[in-house]
């Protein structure tokens, strides 16, 4: 089972450029959820989607914007990118009921000059 | 949610079983204690959950005294690929409170030849 893939693995972008990250899951999760990993932080929540249909804000949601394209699908798009948003990225998924658990992608390190 | 408290660092050898500690002083009633482990280039990946008492599973077990204002996690026997960020979290499990999770710096194991 492939789990959590995201799309790329590595980008470098120039200031001001746009790009979007991908996200799929294979099991028929509700839940997704796109966070950021900096040095010396903790992972962060930049917007999460509890169901098909529905996304909300996190904890640094400015600068990005998301798309919950179905229920396999949550989509992270960077409309102009800034230096700040140099980051490790990583997409997660859960049922979103019981157990809650979190499955993580493999994460896409984006670099942006 | 409750905030944890866990080592930055910890060191170890080959065969040793190592212990690592988080405070949880203002856990919820209804908080569950969740590990997950990191290693470098990849996404956090779910170790062990629990509520109350010992719960074990094939790679670790977790310890949880009766006041659950703190959990021990414990690895038996480590080998080198044991070398990661282990992360403690605590939440309750409805659905949409992933979102709320604080995730800190964890702890640093390393395990030395």
């Known amino acids: 089972n492939a789990g959590v893939t995201q799309t790329p693995k590595f980008q470098v972008l120039k200031t001001g450029q746009s790009m979007t990250l991908q996200c799929a899951q294979d099991?028929?999760?509700?839940?997704m959820y796109w966070y950021r990993q900096d040095p010396g932080m903790g992972l962060r929540l930049i917007y999460y989607?509890?169901?098909?249909?529905?996304?909300d804000k996190g904890e640094v949601p400015n600068g990005y914007n998301v798309s919950r394209l179905n229920k396999r699908e949550f989509s992270l798009r960077l409309e102009s990118a800034a230096p700040s948003q140099t980051s490790v990225y990583f997409c997660?998924?859960?049922?979103?009921?019981?157990?809650?658990?979190?499955?993580f992608g493999a994460g896409s390190r984006l670099t942006v000059l | 949610l409750a905030k944890t408290t866990q080592p930055i660092s910890m060191d170890s050898y080959e065969g040793q079983e190592v212990n690592i500690t988080c405070s949880h002083n203002?856990?919820?009633?209804?908080?569950?204690i969740t590990w997950y482990q990191q290693f470098p280039s990849q996404g956090p990946r779910f170790i062990i959950q629990?509520?109350?008492?010992?719960v074990t599973n094939e790679v670790a077990s977790l310890f949880i005294p009766a006041d659950r204002k703190s959990s021990t996690l414990s690895l038996p026997r480590v080998s080198l690929s044991d070398t990661a960020v282990y992360y403690c979290?605590?939440?309750?499990?409805?659905?949409?409170?992933?979102?709320?999770?604080?995730w800190g710096l964890g702890t640093s194991l390393a395990v030395n030849p």
């Open positions: 099991m028929n999760h509700n839940s």
């Open positions: 997660a998924s859960s049922r979103g009921t019981g157990a809650n658990v979190l499955t």
């Open positions: 203002n856990i919820a009633t209804n908080d569950y």
């Open positions: 979290l605590v939440g309750d499990l409805e659905a949409g409170n992933n979102r709320k999770l604080i």
């Open positions: 989607s509890a169901s098909e249909g529905t996304t």
């Open positions: 629990g509520y109350k008492t010992k």
